[in-house]
């Protein structure tokens, strides 16, 4: 079955960088376009970027812009997420999404930035 799995998040100060991870398996991987949301405590879960199925068209979210790269590599069934440039308000659940008529979630991995 479709299954997403995220890693890489953790605490971080306010200024540093993570990676995170999503790889995906139970489907042809390179066919989907692939998605990163966020979720803050007490907030709707947000689009925070998007890549399309070959790499090539990549779009952010206002607030993360400049900051945050997706990127994926098909050879691994694996999305990235590279977040520099952290803050405070960064904090939140990551989730890789499949973007698809039925869309899949991953469980999500926790990011905190705090000092």
């Known amino acids: 079955q479709v299954q997403l799995v995220e890693s890489g998040g953790g605490l971080v100060q306010p200024g540093g960088s993570l990676r995170l991870s999503c790889v995906g398996s139970?489907?042809?991987?390179?066919?989907?376009?692939m998605r990163w949301y966020r979720q803050a405590p007490g907030k709707e879960r947000e689009l925070v970027a998007q890549?399309?199925?070959?790499?090539?068209?990549?779009n952010y979210a206002d607030s993360v812009n400049g900051r945050f790269t997706i990127s994926r590599d098909n050879a691994k069934n694996t999305v990235y997420l590279q977040m520099n440039s952290l803050k405070p308000e960064d904090t939140a659940v990551y989730y890789c999404?499949?973007?698809?008529?039925?869309?899949?979630w991953g469980q999500g991995t926790q990011v905190t930035v705090s000092s």
């Open positions: 999404y499949r973007a698809a008529t039925i869309g899949h």
């Open positions: 139970g489907f042809t991987f390179s066919m989907y376009v």
């Open positions: 890549i399309g199925s070959a790499g090539g068209s990549k």
